[in-house]
Each structure stands twice: as structure tokens, then as C-alpha cells.
């Protein structure tokens, strides 16, 4: 009973109360002092959150973040989504369980959401069914510098999202590859306001087999930065913030305050929001 209190409480904390610094620490400690994250590990429950339906399980940290905290990157989420029109067109290049893509569909927008894991494309469906979303597409391919076949790495349940593109010695499945630019000429799309790149290392690729259809559309986009991950698909950040700037595209960085110009401050991952020169 006094744990459900605290959850029930943690919860209001969570979901009702605005983001302020600090306050994944407090809601992490609570957490783990209740006792609540321990029983719920690995359990799967069906939720609300920011206004949508999830169905989540514990086991993996960005589900998990999901559910206890309400939501993530928030000032990503804000600055992004801010720039999506209520009819306009948003590209979700790895798009995982869907968070970007519902949170674009809530506002109006036509999603195109690309997601090669069977289970992350599994739980995408679900997601999209469970909120009654037509307008959101769900595309069993990965976006690269050129179309064909290539062997992708799933990840472990402890954090899905990061599946890539494998290496010569890694085990992975067999996937679809096509490009950016073939997949708005193939599929006959006039706009494109927005996109979120994170592909876990193949940002670059991503970027090149899509130069004009960005040139053409100059879309905002939110481009994760990763360099250990970029090493491992043969790139580097040098090579992705060259790439962007060949784009027209100035990376910055999404804070309390708004956006300010990105400044590399450490070697940790961050996602950088790409605004076009026009």
C-alpha cells in the first residue's frame, strides 16, 4: 500500500509538475529508496504520457525514462517540435518505439517513421494502433548512402534503441537500405519541415544519401552527435559537423534558455538541433 502511495505520488511529480534542473536525480533517487524500481523491473505496463498511449517495459532505459520521468529530452522535444507545422511533414530516421513520431503526429503532422529492428518496428505499430494515428507511416527500412542490403545489430533489452548497422565481425540480420533522396522521389513527397536523425554511428551516410532533398526542402532537423558510435561505423565528429556545415546547417545546442551555438564541452553523446542557412 505505501508503495503504490509512492508511486502514485512519484508519479504526479513526474508527469504533472514542470521540468526543472535536478529533477531526474530526484525522481532516480526516489526510485531506487522505495523500492518501486526494483519490483517493476522488466514488467511491461500500458500508460499515458504527455497525452499519449505507450506501452513500455522497464527493462530498457529510454522505456524507462518514459515511463518514470514523463518524458525525455525536453528541451529537445521543445525546440523541434516547436518548428513542426500543424500539416507539415517530419522524417523519424531511426525512429525506435516512436516517441518522436507521436509527439509529431500530435501536432498535426504527416510522420514518416523508419525503423529496421522487427521488435522496435513491432512496438512502433503498436504504438501508432494504440493512439488511432493514420498519418503516421511506418517504414521497415534504414536510410544510408546508397540502397541495397547490409546487416544490422540488434541490441539487448537493456537499451533497444541502439541496434546499428554491424560491423565484419559482428553477428546481426539482414536489412533493406534505401536513401533519403530515393525514398522522397519513390514515394512523391513535396515537403519536408523537420527530421531526427539517430542511427547510432551512420549519421554521415545518412546525410549524404540525402543531400538533395535537403538542399531542396531544408527541413530543422535534430542530428545526434555520438563519437564512439560514429567511430565504430568508420566516422567521426569532424566528418558529421563537416557534413552538416557542407548542408547550410548551423548545430546547436537546445537549453533552459533556448538554443545557443554548440560548443563541444565534453566527449559525451549529445543531439544537436540543425538550423538551414537560407
Known sequence: MLRQLAKKTLEFYATRLPYHRGKWRVIESALRLSGIEALDRGQTFEIA??????????????QRRL?????????????LMSRVPAHGVFFDIGSYFGYYSLLAAQR???????????????????????????????????LSDAPGRARFASASMENRGTGHLAGKDEAGH???LTTLDAFVVEQGIERLDALKLDVEGAETRVLA??????????PVMLVELNPPC????????PELLGALSDLGYRPMLATARGLVPFTRRSKDYVNLICLPDR
Do not use: K, M
Not at 111 to 136: T, W
Open 49 to 62: 504520457r504527455a497525452g499519449l498511449h505507450w506501452r513500455l517495459n522497464t527493462e530498457c532505459v529510454v
Open 67 to 79: 515511463c518514470y520521468h514523463g518524458g525525455f529530452d525536453v528541451y529537445d522535444v521543445r525546440e
Open 108 to 142: 498535426g503532422a504527416r510522420v514518416f517513421a523508419f525503423e529496421p529492428d522487427p521488435a522496435n518496428f513491432s512496438l512502433l505499430s503498436q504504438h501508432i494502433a494504440l493512439n488511432e494515428f493514420d498519418q503516421i507511416h511506418a517504414i521497415p527500412l534504414a
Open 174 to 176: 539482414d536489412i533493406t
Open 209 to 218: 544519401g540525402g543531400r538533395e532533398s535537403l538542399r531542396r526542402f531544408r
Open 230 to 237: 560514429l567511430e565504430r561505423a568508420g566516422s567521426s565528429e
